[in-house]
T-cell receptor, first 116, second 112 residues
Framework: DTAVSQTPKYLVTQMGNDKSIKCEQN?????MYWYKQDSKKFLKIMFS???????INETVPNRFSPKSPDKAHLNLHINSLELGDSAVYFC???????????????FGSGTQLSVL | AQSVAQPEDQVNVAEGNPLTVKCTYS??????LFWYVQYPNRGLQFLLK??????LVKGSYGFEAEFNKSQTSFHLKKPSALVSDSALYFC??????????FGSGTKLNVKP
């Protein structure tokens, strides 16, 4: 069974469209994340949720809206897609919440978003 | 400000030779340090972490890393490289509040 799964794996769309990426983890973790990896492979955190509550919101355009219906799911909705949104988006999860822990991140396999 | 630096974009090594991938960090307090590996079209996979204790940490696939507090470094090492080790390697630090800071990644090329 896949621990952290994201769908779709590939997403090709036109500028201005709205799209969603879904993420689910079956590890029982409390905290989930969205990371963006650009064309230079640089990884940047976007959001983090702990038990459905937003705890990290980096300087991300408000066209990006995360939603966590329960602690096992964290979806990412993107409105009015722009060329610069093209990247690989990774979902990740970790146990623990709120304070420093030594637990590692578990990553999904990524969603490659191409905006044309 | 918290940051992680991987000074080399690419490291080339011959199979069977030792390898080192460098990482330095700048964080407040005592951080937790991690190494991850990314194979093409895959998510990042955990290799090893330093929390406390022995400065030499052993991880998956024969990799190890040495924590040096005075130099604020956490270099990844392997005594004998394999072609299958070729991948992208990320150093990360976790200072607090569930936020991981990643380095820019180092591409390791191991040639037969």
């Amino acid at each position: 069974d896949t621990a952290v799964s994201q769908t779709p794996k590939y997403l090709v769309t036109q500028m201005g469209n709205d799209k969603s990426i879904k993420c689910e983890q079956n590890l029982g973790h409390d905290t989930m994340y969205w990371y963006k990896q650009d064309s230079k492979k640089f990884l940047k955190i976007m959001f983090s949720y702990n038990n459905k509550e937003l705890i990290i919101n980096e300087t991300v355009p408000n066209r990006f809206s995360p939603k966590s219906p329960d602690k096992a799911h964290l979806n990412l909705h993107i409105n009015s897609l722009e060329l610069g949104d093209s990247a690989v988006y990774f979902c990740a999860s970790t146990p623990g919440s709120g304070v420093a822990t030594n637990e590692k991140l578990f990553f999904g396999s990524g969603t490659q978003l191409s905006v044309l | 400000a918290q940051s992680v630096a991987q000074p080399e974009d690419q490291v080339n090594v011959a199979e069977g030779n030792p390898l080192t991938v460098k990482c330095t960090y700048s964080v407040s307090g005592n951080p937790y340090l991690f190494w991850y590996v990314q194979y093409p079209n895959r998510g990042l996979q955990f290799l090893l972490k330093y929390i406390t204790g022995d400065n030499l940490v052993k991880g998956s696939y024969g990799f190890e890393a040495e924590f040096n507090k005075s130099q604020t470094s956490f270099h990844l090492k392997k005594p004998s490289a394999l072609v299958s080790d070729s991948a992208l390697y990320f150093c990360a630090v976790r200072p607090n509040f569930n936020k991981f800071y990643f380095g820019s990644g180092t591409k390791l090329n191991v040639k037969p």
